[in-house]
């Protein structure tokens, strides 16, 4: 089967109309530079001025994304070019843009990083850019790297940048001083490490993890209220793409057990809204606390740190055995990255402890400390071909011989093996299901559509 074809081609018809909303794509030269830190201190700031803030997230991710929907008080959905798709993000574009007095879109990696990058979606939509730059360690160089990243490629609509890890006044001015006359100044941030957001192997802890985030986005938004980039950015048009289409109700009278707690945590919110708008009923369950499955007519287990949770979950027998009993009896079952590695023998942790878990899935997974895997993946499933992307630190060793492999879009390389035990399909690709609703029905368990 050939790949999907590029979805990011082409922009928005200006023939749709256009809504007025002030927007911001925030970037960066690399990751780590602060663009999460930014991004929710600019829409906690913009929200404890009453005003309405949305905030999208650029490419595949979990993590940022739960910082950003408790600074901004919505869900935040992701932009992708290629795994959304074009018209997908235009869609939930619009709908922001028909509610909100601010619209941010934090992107991902650097901003020219990856086909589709974060510039993609800047100029496909025509988002002004600010660029965080991590500004501890160099004075005018900071003007010269500001110019290659606002000139690089096709023109943006326009950039202005903000320096991160300012050590003084005089630092800062310096910094402002190196820019070119056509970029703009957003301001500095001084170190501050009580407001920093702490990370691990997989990016930062979500928040619920961090109990004074709301103290920590007081003092970032503080920190930033002096700065030009306080200011209301100035508005631009949003085309006025139609709303998506209602789903057919392939799942009507199924209810869909996910897992949801500390060990499966990496949940779309589009995926959420697309079983529900599939008509399914959706209950959730810990893994980590339950000691059975809830009655259900097909399971999602999906992403998480299952690798920082192993004790507690093969301490859980309960549960173990009632995956053993739901899998038994030809119960429709997801498990994606962190929820496929629940279902193995064996669950090696960072410490080299093993972990004796489901058994569903013959054989070992175990952690290591270099990135295994990174980057967008398609399945072309009988179902149905689906998005998604593959994230994760950990290899798994098991007799079992893949029903199929993903395919790496950038090059049609092999991508992540597929399993299929009975009923169960698990796979390290994590699947954005708004890329095809009707093949993700089928995969839990529906017979028509």
């Known amino acids: 089967m050939s790949a999907p ?52 997230k650029s490419g595949p991710d979990y993590l940022d994304p739960s910082i950003l929907a408790a600074a901004s008080g919505a869900p935040v959905h992701s932009l992708d070019l290629w795994m959304t798709g074009a018209e997908d993000a ?60 606002a000139g690089y490629g096709q023109p943006l609509v326009s950039m202005q940048v903000l320096a991160n890890g300012v050590a003084s006044a005089r630092h800062a001015e310096m910094l402002r001083e190196s820019l070119p006359a056509h970029i703009g100044w957003a301001g500095g941030l001084a170190r501050d490490k009580d407001a920093s957001l702490p990370e691990r192997h997989l ?85 980590l606390a339950d000691e059975a499955l809830p009655a259900c007519d097909a399971l999602w287990l999906p ?26 009896n030809g119960l429709p079952m997801l498990a994606e990255c962190g929820g496929m590695m629940m279902l193995f023998d064996t669950l090696v942790d960072k410490a080299g402890q ?43 060793q098991t007799p079992l011989a893949p029903y199929c492999h993903a395919t790496v879009p950038r090059d049609g390389s092999r991508g992540e093996p597929v399993f299929r035990h009975g009923a169960l399909t698990a796979s390290y690709t994590h699947i954005y299901f708004p890329s095809n609703p009707q093949a993700v029905a089928r995969l839990f368990g529906a017979t028509a559509g």
């Open 354 to 396: 093993a972990h004796s878990l489901a058994g569903l899935l013959p054989g070992t997974v175990a952690m290591q400390a270099r990135l295994a895997a990174l980057g967008h993946q398609w399945l072309a499933l009988p179902e149905g071909t689906v998005r998604g992307h593959t994230f994760h630190y950990s290899s798994a």
């Open 90 to 149: 235009a869609a939930r574009l619009a709908q922001a843009a028909r509610e909100a007095d601010l619209i941010l879109v934090e992107g991902v990696m650097g901003l020219h990083d990856g086909t589709p990058s974060s510039a993609d979606i800047a100029r496909h939509f025509g988002l002004p850019v600010l660029s965080v730059i991590q500004a501890g360690a160099m004075a005018q160089t900071f003007g010269a790297l500001a110019f290659g990243l």
């Open 303 to 328: 992403g998480g740190y299952p690798e920082l949770h192993a004790a507690s979950l093969a301490a859980n027998g309960g549960m173990l055995a009632s995956l053993r009993a739901a899998h038994a």
């Open 203 to 287: 990016g930062l802890h979500a928040a619920d993890e961090l109990p004074d985030l709301p103290a920590r986005l007081d003092r970032l938004a503080d920190a930033l209220a002096g700065q030009p980039i306080a200011a209301l950015p100035a508005a631009v048009g949003i085309a006025a793409a139609p709303p998506l289409p209602p789903l057919p109700p392939l799942l009507a009278g199924r209810t869909i057990a996910v897992a949801r707690d500390a060990a499966c945590r990496f949940l779309y919110p589009a995926n959420l809204d697309t079983l529900q708008g599939l008509g399914a009923r959706l209950v959730f369950f810990s893994p």
């Open 5 to 56: 074809s590029p979805a990011f081609a082409g922009k928005p018809s200006p023939d749709a109309g256009s809504l007025r909303v002030p927007a911001l794509l925030v970037a960066a030269p690399a990751s780590g530079q602060g663009k999460t830190t930014v991004t929710a201190a600019l829409a906690w700031l913009h929200r404890r001025q009453g005003r309405k803030v949305r905030v999208f």
